[in-house]
């Protein structure tokens, strides 16, 4: 039978590789020290501590460009085959406001015929700016992340503030750390930037940075992320 995904064991996976591309084998073993028997088995207060004592060694021993590299690095990456039709049109227009306009009809598109959402939350998620394509002013598009999408409905109908930021965000870890009235380093956050960060990358096929503005890791009521598109685009 073949192995459950283990998604703890995955993402350490991944911050170690980036940990050793960005700054070597030493920084690495420094920062994932007491990381190899985590698991999904693991007690997510033992998963908590540990993640906050690595983004504190992160921090200690690396600058920001780099610990943002690395988080950026571990993020789970919109599909690329979804991604070329926009990339082609890209590259035939040279305009990133058409490939705005398509990442929002796809980002529509989900939304009614994968998520099903009543028109009612519907409306209210796209005239909030949220998901995929997010709000283009100039070269700086601001990205706002929608809810974990099998707990959508549930967070739009949501009153508990906590529970709602709870139900928020995509990563397992972190709405762990908020059901337990936990904080982790903002730096943290720079995983989740990166699914952005890989799609406008992938579409311009040239490097852009990303900010983190709002997060529900520090007690914000959303995420958003600012995505900074390089000058000549």
């Known amino acids: 039978m073949p192995q459950e995904f283990d998604f ?3 993402w350490l ?11 070597g084998e030493k920084v690495r073993t420094q920062v994932m020290a007491g990381s190899e028997g985590l ?3 693991t007690s997510r207060g033992d998963v908590i501590t540990w993640t906050r004592g690595a983004m504190e060694r992160l921090e200690s021993l690396l600058d920001d460009s780099q610990c943002r590299a690395v988080m950026t690095g571990c993020a789970c990456q919109y599909p690329k085959s979804d991604l070329q039709d926009v990339r082609e049109a890209y590259e035939s227009s040279g305009d990133v406001d058409l490939a705005h306009r398509m990442l929002q009809e796809k980002f529509e598109e ?26 283009k002013e100039g070269d700086t598009i601001t990205a706002t ?3 974990k999408s ?5 967070y739009l109908d949501e009153s508990d503030p906590q529970k709602k930021r709870e139900y928020y965000c995509h990563c397992p870890r972190i709405r ?6 936990e904080t982790l380093p903002l730096i943290h956050c720079y995983c989740g930037a990166g699914f952005y960060k ?9 490097p852009v940075e990303v900010e983190v503005l709002e997060s529900v890791l520090q007690g914000g009521e959303i995420c958003t992320i600012a995505v900074h598109l390089p000058p000549n685009v």
């Open 8 to 10: 703890d064991r995955a």
């Open 13 to 23: 996976d991944k911050f170690s590789n980036c940990l050793d591309e960005a700054a």
């Open 39 to 41: 698991s999904e088995d």
């Open 110 to 135: 989900f939304l009614i015929n994968v998520l099903n959402l009543s028109d009612e939350h519907f409306e209210a998620v796209v005239s909030w700016g949220w998901g995929l394509a997010g709000i």
């Open 145 to 147: 992340k929608i809810p």
């Open 150 to 154: 099998g707990f959508l409905a549930q």
């Open 176 to 181: 762990d750390a908020v059901g337990h009235g």
């Open 198 to 206: 890989g799609i406008w990358e992938d579409i311009l096929q040239e």
